[in-house]
């Protein structure tokens, strides 16, 4: 895919790759890039700064009306969705002692919202003969997560979904993207680093710590490509051949 004239949804947004993608993908001709992202105010600061192709969304990606409100406004303003990048993601941090709360809602935010955003955009996806969707998944979900046990658990299930989706729909005209970074200079992991979560600390001790801007080349790449799995970290690709 290249980017020239595409209209893209982003959510997770206002984030630190979210951002970095908006910038990116409105720098490679995108006709419209959609800023969704669970803080609003962020949102809109992010649309600014990547200017008027840009539309800041305040939404929930864990509550399906709203993933359906942003996918149906967006399809109604700009007549399609070319890519949707289901891209909001947390860390609890902490392992088996993290409570029903934490799991619950690393599964729903990690999960359930890629399910959703599918279930949104697919129809008029298929009704036109193609789309792709970019779930920004981690390499935690193809090797471990240190310390972070429901962070590895649900970017597993998170790759895993994408890998169906992909596999159910090539045939139609669907291609789908697993984005699996490794540890990326965001929001993210600085509160990681903050809370003192071990998988923060181990991956910023590491030295190899991308910019969202050298994520976003990576994608660029690997959609360019229509590769399944985008994999910004050449330690983690290495690791993903030797495993294949
Ligand atoms: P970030 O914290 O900077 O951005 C995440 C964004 O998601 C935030 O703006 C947040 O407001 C938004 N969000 C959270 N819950 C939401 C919800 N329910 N609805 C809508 N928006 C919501 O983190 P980031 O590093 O940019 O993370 C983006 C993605 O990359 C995540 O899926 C994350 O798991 C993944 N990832 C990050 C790293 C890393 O080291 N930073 C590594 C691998 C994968």
């Known amino acids: 895919m290249n980017l020239t004239d595409r209209v893209v949804v982003i959510t997770g947004g206002a984030g630190g790759i979210g951002a970095a993608l908006a910038r990116r993908f409105a720098a490679e001709g995108a006709a419209a890039v959609v800023v969704a992202d669970l803080d609003a105010g962020a949102a809109r600061a992010v649309a600014a700064g990547v200017g008027p192709v840009a539309r800041a969304v305040g939404m ?9 409100t942003l996918v149906a406004d967006t399809e109604q303003r700009y007549g399609r969705i070319d ?23 690393a599964w729903r935010v990690n999960v ?3 399910v ?3 279930r949104a955009v697919l129809p008029a996806m298929l009704a036109r003969g193609g789309g792709h969707l970019l779930m920004t998944c981690s390499a935690a979900g193809v090797l471990t997560a240190v310390g972070d046990a429901a962070y590895t658990a649900t970017k597993h299930a998170a790759v895993g ?7 159910t729909y090539r045939d139609q005209g669907i291609r789908v993207s697993a984005l ?19 998988g923060a ?12 801007d050298e994520v976003a080349d990576s994608v660029i790449a690997g959609l360019a490509e229509e590769r399944f799995l985008i994999l910004p970290h050449p330690e983690v690709a290495a690791y993903a051949r030797r495993r294949a």
């Open 60 to 68: 929930d990606v864990t509550d399906e009306e709203q993933v359906r």
């Open 83 to 105: 890519l949707f990048c289901a891209n909001a993601g947390v860390s609890t941090g902490g392992g088996v002692e993290v409570d029903d709360a934490g799991w619950d809602r």
């Open 112 to 114: 359930l919202s890629h």
């Open 116 to 118: 959703y955003a599918a």
């Open 161 to 167: 979904f994408a890998e169906w989706l992909a596999i």
């Open 180 to 198: 699996c970074p490794q540890g990326v200079d965001t929001p993210m992991l600085a509160d990681g680093l903050a809370a003192g979560h071990l």
């Open 201 to 212: 600390r181990v991956i910023a001790a590491s030295g190899a710590v991308l910019t969202p």
